[in-house]
């Protein structure tokens, strides 16, 4: 680590992978640990996280300290060459206190209390909670602080927690007043004089709690910002303290993906390392495809190398029918973390428990033991990123586009009262980002704000909500030579989700060549609309719009029949396209595609079977076959496959969920 330099992912992993798992041991007796750490190093494992749900054990009583267990498995992974990712255990607080201390439990917007006896039971603005959460953090820091074994620091657990009780509703009214000043200012923003809500009084603001009716939505708004900020107060509180005693190791909490709760863009710009649980469903036809927009994702938020902190070398317990991971689909999946800048793969968790709600949850050690195909598997994947580590790590991915994405837009968007409840921001996403999957397209992920100038193509598959600097600096990149592709339903609120004149920004309109809007058209589940255009004919999904052009010019597609029969469904000008249907998969796939191309946006390999994805990381290409059956990659020119040891020439044979490594 360079001098007054932030600690980060590498001084981890120090030119390896970081490859292991949550580690639970005070779920099993002491002789266990032992042959635990004979099946790690059979494994290959280099890592493990302690200490997560252990604060029961770790303070069984207000004030105690049990460490003796903990030194002893810190001195045992050292031993063995395992370095420890020490956790702070606050996400599950121990009975005790919600015993004792009623008010650190939080409630439910109809006041109904979650009671202990799970986890993440626990009130973000609790004094309470947040004393006794430092306090064992502090002692945790001061104890470990120089272990040979340390590594890492993980605080907290999958932040997830609302709460709407009355410590809650204090810090509330303390974040509004920070970020409003005067009550005149909340009402305006609040827009109050609709349904005679206007405030004479801080004390008169509670949280959203359930209404006679509908919830006011900028209320709704400001109260998921707070939550967010709230629980990003709770781990900056943590971070500082371990920081304080280790400033040289780094410090992360794990993202859950896509998790609405939380400003990710934010958060990421206070940890070290980002990281991220990722458990797509093995049945699931887009499940790589999910993994790779979630790793895309949380790449971004990195800027570059990222960990998977969780992943399930198996089944998982929380789906109504949980299926196993196939034979080679866990391999594959983790090589795909690897390819989109992973330099981390780990596991919940290590050994399979026997009791508890997450016993039929599977580990890297399965209920069959070492002669298992899972465990087996797992040695396979830990001997081939062993090899790959001194290759990979600290490299980073090179896109041309980016997927424009904001949680404040996506909260504002989720609404009640809102046009169609068929119209889901993270379905919308998913969408888009499939498209260019299809397409071969390898994309990054930006905040609004963000420089874009990097990029050959943008696209913004829904921002709601915009603030004007969004829409300046969208603005902006398409003045600086940049192509910009929007979809349904972005700029037509600001900030305060206050609708914008026009139901769309002028700025926009003006942009894509829109006259006038005059109505949203949302569509029937299932309803399609019938659209034409010079590209040829497709069919749009969810949404329609009734435009009028600004001029004819920009008119790239036509609604054909219906009540929207010969006006626009797409249009461009110049460099902006703006999409007022979601096409049918095939049909976005084609269009995005024509568009980059236009760019100057290309895919790694030309030619790429459907299923197969290549990704370029640093000078290595990844190349993974996401099918059932054996596919046929051109590849032109020699490269040496870092899995096999052996030379591909023109031609790559991938078998079933193969993957190949390839340096030219």
């Known amino acids: 680590m360079a001098d007054g330099a932030r600690p980060a992912l590498a001084d981890a992993t120090r030119g390896r992978i970081l490859f292991g798992g949550d580690y639970n041991p005070e779920q099993w007796p002491e002789e266990t640990w032992h042959e635990d750490v004979r099946l790690m190093k059979d494994a290959g494992v280099n890592s493990v996280t302690l200490g997560v749900f252990a604060w029961a054990k770790l303070e069984p009583h207000p004030g105690a300290r049990e460490f003796g267990w903990l030194d002893t498995l810190m001195d045992l992974m050292h031993d063995n060459g395992i370095g420890v990712v020490l956790a702070t255990p606050t996400s599950s607080p121990p009975p005790w206190m919600g015993r004792l201390h009623p008010e650190t439990l939080p409630r439910g917007d109809d006041g109904r209390i979650e009671w202990w006896g799970g986890r993440q039971h626990f009130s973000h603005s609790s004094a309470a909670y947040r004393r006794y959460a430092a306090a064992i953090t502090e ?26 009780g009355d410590e809650a509703a204090a810090a509330f009214r303390r974040w509004l007043r920070a970020k409003y000043g005067t009550l005149e200012a909340l009402n305006t923003a609040w827009g109050t004089a609709f349904w005679s809500q206007g405030y004479d009084s801080w004390d008169g603001i509670l949280p959203p709690r359930q209404p006679h009716y509908m919830k006011n939505p900028t209320q709704v708004l400001d109260f998921r910002r707070f939550t967010s900020d709230m629980l990003l107060e709770c781990y900056v509180a943590e971070r500082d303290i371990v920081r304080r005693h280790t400033p040289h190791i780094p410090v992360t909490t794990n993202f859950m993906p896509l998790w609405f709760g939380q400003d990710a863009w934010r958060w990421a710009e206070e940890e070290d390392v980002v990281s991220i649980d990722l458990y797509p469903d093995p049945r699931d036809p887009l499940g790589a495809q999910h993994g790779a927009l979630v790793q895309d994702l949380t790449r971004s938020q990195a800027r570059g190398p990222w960990m998977l902190m969780e992943q399930a070398a198996g089944p998982v317990n929380w789906r109504g029918v949980n299926h196993p991971k196939p034979a080679g689909l866990n391999r594959l999946w983790s090589l795909q973390a690897v390819a989109r800048g992973a330099d981390a793969v780990c596991y919940f968790q290590w050994r399979q428990s026997r009791q508890g709600a997450e016993k039929f949850h599977s580990g890297m050690v399965s209920h069959a033991g070492e002669q298992g195909r899972t465990f087996q598997e797992v040695k396979r994947l830990g001997a081939e990123l062993a090899r790959l580590g001194p290759e990979v790590t600290g490299s980073r991915l090179e896109a041309d586009v980016a997927i424009v994405h904001d949680w404040h837009s996506w909260w504002a968007a989720a609404q009640d009262g809102r046009p169609s409840t068929e119209i889901d921001h993270s379905a919308v996403l998913h ?30 598959p829904q921002l709601y909500l915009l603030t004007d600097a969004a829409i300046e600096n969208l603005l902006g990149y398409v003045r600086a030579g940049g192509t910009l592709v929007c979809g349904f339903l972005t700029g037509v609120a600001d900030g305060d989700d206050r609708i914008r004149p026009g139901g769309m920004d002028p700025r926009l ?3 894509f060549g829109i006259g006038t809007l005059h109505e949203w058209w949302p569509l029937d589940a299932g309803e399609t609309v019938e659209c034409d255009g010079p590209r040829g004919g497709f069919r749009g999904t969810l949404w329609s719009e009734e435009l009028q052009a600004a001029h004819p010019d920009a008119v790239a597609a036509r609604y054909k029949g219906g009540e929207l029969d010969g006006l626009p469904a797409v249009l461009r000008t110049g460099r902006a396209w703006y999409l007022s249907t979601l096409p049918e998969p095939d049909a976005l796939r084609d269009l995005l595609a024509g568009i980059a191309a236009e760019a100057g946006a290309r895919p790694v390999l030309d030619d790429l079977p459907t299923g197969v994805e290549a990704v370029r990381r640093g000078d290595l290409l990844f190349v993974l076959n996401h099918r059932r059956e054996p596919v046929q990659v051109s590849v032109p020119g020699p490269h040496h496959d870092l ?3 052996g030379t591909v020439t023109d031609t790559l044979a991938l078998g079933r969920y193969g993957v190949a490594v390839l340096r030219p």
Request: glycine share 4%; proline share 3%.
């Open 139 to 164: 002692d945790l820091a001061a104890r470990y602080a120089g272990h040979p074994a340390l590594t890492m620091w993980h605080i907290n657990n999958e932040y997830c927690t609302f709460d709407y």
């Open 431 to 460: 969408a888009w980002h499939r498209a260019l999957w299809d397409a071969h397209l390898t994309a990054d992920f930006a905040h609004p704000e963000h420089d874009l100038s990097a990029y050959r193509l943008v696209v913004v």
């Open 509 to 511: 309109r003006h942009l």
């Open 643 to 645: 899995l096999t040891g």
